[in-house]
């Protein structure tokens, strides 16, 4: 991290100059202010350690002039006249911290320590972002809402250790698609990612398939097969629906990730395996836990890092996203030229709960483009009845509005698109009519959205 000292005092510059280089810090200093702002146009600094008493500027003036060139900079002011209105004015400034002269030392290692870890988060962050980018977007992993933003967070943090992970969220809301960005993301992305739903698996057969069975083992097994764990060697297992594991595979498990070890059916030893769980479940383990069909045990040796997945109703900013890239996907599949979604069908869709997530909008998107003949997605492409038998999604002046769309609707039909005779058929007024037509999303095509 290259810290630039800002310093009127030589002997005070220096000592803290010589102090920071060997603890390995790349130093740039200047004694005033003029020389300082200079230094940030052409050097790359990380952090500013700032005197509030310069001899030609306040320092509160180079700090707004300094992070107006570089938002991103970290600045520490330091002062031997230090109040707390003035290290209050400092941190609404944009200062990152503050320190009183004489200065402690260690306590400066401890924020520059910080500021390191939190710039190292930032980098991170970015990377992830152009992962997501590159290689995520196309399979419909999107986020937009700071919901999210927290779970990326975690992501960062736990991708590049061997930490086991454990992705709670309800159906549909992305956790295979989470599993995944932890794998690319880690050290091991080299390796296997080895998937396994442990809930569409017979029970019987699950551990065959988990630990694999040596020729002879029971009958049909004519040869060696190599189990999951063992394909996943030097890479990640991914156990989907773990709260559906059963009790004797959990004790086997809790095995694996205790002794990392594994011992295929029928075989004679046991043989180590170098392999990263990630877990997932739309169950609550510790209520399965406290109902004993869960091990204890099992679920804090699976609950190291627990990553929850926001449903989408939790954020519905990130619906249009979605409704776009499902379009798009779905339009090339079939060969569709679709231009968008009417208003009406983008707000219903926007206002609807989705109790199935993000699998659910996908199921939605894709039948409406199979259905739909025009160029734009309408109400009467979304499935029938949906959100109106929840009771959730849609109030009683929506169920309203909807009838009163529909009658407007058949009156257009029977009034061959007059609006004049229309209205003549409702009983209101032409002007009415047509404020109704457009809250309603009933206007001609090359109108609509």
């Known amino acids: 991290m290259t810290i630039l000292i800002v310093e009127d005092e030589d002997n005070q510059r220096m000592l803290l100059r010589g102090l920071l280089e060997k603890e390995r810090y790349r130093i740039v200093d200047a004694k005033g202010a003029a020389g300082a702002i200079e230094l940030v146009k052409e050097h790359a600094v990380d952090c500013l350690l700032l005197d509030y008493r310069l001899p030609d500027l306040d320092g509160l003036e180079v700090l707004r002039r300094v992070k107006a060139q570089n938002p991103e900079l970290e600045v520490i002011m330091i002062t031997a006249y230090g109040t707390v209105e003035k290290a209050v004015e400092a941190l609404k400034s944009g200062a990152s911290d503050y320190l009183q002269k004489p200065v402690d030392f260690d306590d400066l290692l401890i924020k520059l320590k910080k500021i390191e870890e939190k710039r190292q988060l930032i980098r991170e962050i970015d990377v992830l972002k152009q992962v997501v980018k590159e290689r995520f977007t196309k399979e419909g992993f999107i986020y937009a809402s700071e919901a999210m933003e927290r779970v990326m967070s975690i992501v960062v943090r736990v991708a590049g250790t061997d930490s086991t992970c454990l992705i709670t969220g309800e159906s549909g809301v992305g956790k295979e698609l989470v599993a995944n960005l932890v794998h690319e993301m880690s050290n091991r992305r080299e390796g296997p990612l080895i998937r396994v739903n442990c809930a569409a698996i017979p029970d019987n057969l699950l551990e065959s398939e988990l630990f694999g069975y040596e020729k002879g083992a029971f009958t049909g097994a004519l040869q060696r097969k190599p189990g999951k764990f063992e394909l996943a060697d030097k890479g990640t297992i991914f156990l989907d629906e773990i709260g559906d594991l059963s009790f004797p595979l959990q004790a086997k498990l809790l095995r694996v990730i205790e002794q990392k070890e594994i011992e295929r059916l029928g075989g004679l030893y046991p043989f180590k395996v170098d392999v990263r769980i990630i877990a997932a479940t739309n169950k609550d383990l510790e209520q399965e836990v406290k109902k004993g069909s869960f091990r204890e045990d099992l679920y804090f040796r699976l609950n190291v890092v627990t990553i929850e997945i926001p449903p989408l109703r939790h954020r519905k900013e990130e619906i249009p996203l ?81 009838i009163e769309r529909r009658m407007i609707k058949e009156a257009l039909a029977q009034a061959g698109g007059v609006q004049k005779r229309a209205a003549e058929i409702l009983g209101i007024t032409e002007r009415i009519l047509r404020y109704k037509v457009k809250k309603y999303g009933l206007l001609p095509r090359q109108q609509e959205e």
């Open 322 to 402: 979605f409704l776009d890239f499902f379009l798009k996907k779905f339009c090339g599949r079939y060969g569709k030229q679709i231009k968008g979604f009417t208003r009406e069908a983008r707000d219903w869709l926007m206002k609807y709960d989705y109790p199935g997530n993000v699998r659910e909008l996908e199921n939605i998107v894709e039948r409406a483009v199979v259905l739909t003949r025009g160029e734009y997605i309408s109400i009467d492409d979304l499935p029938a009845g949906r959100g109106r038998e929840t009771g959730s999604s849609l109030t009683m002046k929506q169920t309203v509005e909807e």
